[in-house]
C-alpha cells in the first residue's frame, strides 16, 4: 500500500492535483474539504457543525474531521492506497492518522507540500468564487484568513514529516500539467529510495 498526503494552503491545486494522481498511481483520494461539504450539503447535525467553522474561515476540530476520515477509510475493501487532500492539519491529526494507518498494517509514504504564495492563493480562490458558489471563497478576508491558519498552525505537519524523511515541497504554480509532472517526479522518486 502506497500512501500519500498532499499539502498546502486552501486554493493551492491540491484538488485537482489528486485527481491526476489518483489515476495514475491508482490510489483512492480522500479529500476532507469534499468530506465536510457532503455533510453540508446533507445538512447533518455534522454538517451544522461544519459550516459554523467553515465560515468563520476556522479549522473544524479534530475529533470531528478525525471521525469522518476514519469511517471513510474503513469503507475501502483492500485499497491499493490513499492520497489524503487536507488532512492532516496539525500534529494530533498525524498522530492520529498514524495510529490509524498502524491499525491496517501501513504508514504514511510521503508528504508533498504545494508551494504557492498568499496573493496567488487569494487571486485563485477569488477566481473560483465566480463558479463554486461557496461563501467562503467570496470573502478576501476569509482566505486571507484561512491563509494565515494553513502558515502558523499546519506548517507543523510538513516538519513533523520532513523529520521522518517523509515530505516534500513542490513549487504549486504554474500550468496544470507542469506541476503535476513536478508532483510525479517526487513521488517516483521517493519510490525508487
Not at 40 to 59: F, I, T
Not at 86 to 99: H, I, S
Not at 140 to 145: A, Y
Not at 162 to 191: M, P, Q, S, T, W
Request: proline share 3%; hydrophobic share 35%; net charge neutral.
Amino acid at each position: 500500500m502506497f500512501n500519500l498526503i498532499l499539502f498546502g494552503p486552501p486554493g493551492s491545486g491540491k484538488g485537482t492535483q489528486a485527481a491526476k494522481i489518483t489515476e495514475k498511481y491508482n490510489l483512492h483520494h480522500i479529500s476532507t474539504g469534499d468530506l465536510f461539504r457532503c455533510e453540508l450539503k446533507n445538512e447533518s447535525e455534522l454538517g451544522k457543525a461544519v459550516k459554523r467553522y467553515l465560515d468563520k474561515g476556522e479549522l473544524v476540530p479534530d475529533h470531528i474531521t478525525i471521525k469522518m476520515l476514519n469511517k471513510k477509510i474503513q469503507s475501502f475493501e483492500n485499497p491499493n492506497g490513499f492520497l489524503l487532500d487536507g488532512f492532516p492539519r496539525n500534529k494530533a491529526q498525524a498522530d492520529a492518522l498514524g495510529e490509524l494507518f498502524k491499525e491496517l498494517g501501513t504508514d504514511v509514504d510521503l508528504l508533498l507540500a504545494l508551494d504557492v504564495g498568499e496573493e496567488e492563493i487569494v487571486k485563485r480562490i477569488l477566481n473560483r468564487a465566480k463558479t463554486s458558489g461557496r461563501s467562503d471563497d467570496m470573502d478576501e478576508n476569509i482566505i486571507r484568513s484561512r491563509y494565515q491558519i494553513y502558515k502558523e498552525f499546519t506548517q507543523n505537519v510538513f516538519d513533523y514529516y520532513k523529520k521522518l524523511n517523509k515530505a516534500k515541497k513542490v513549487d504549486g504554480v504554474g500550468e496544470i500539467d507542469v506541476v503535476f509532472n513536478r508532483l510525479c517526479c517526487a513521488i517516483d522518486e521517493h519510490k525508487d529510495k
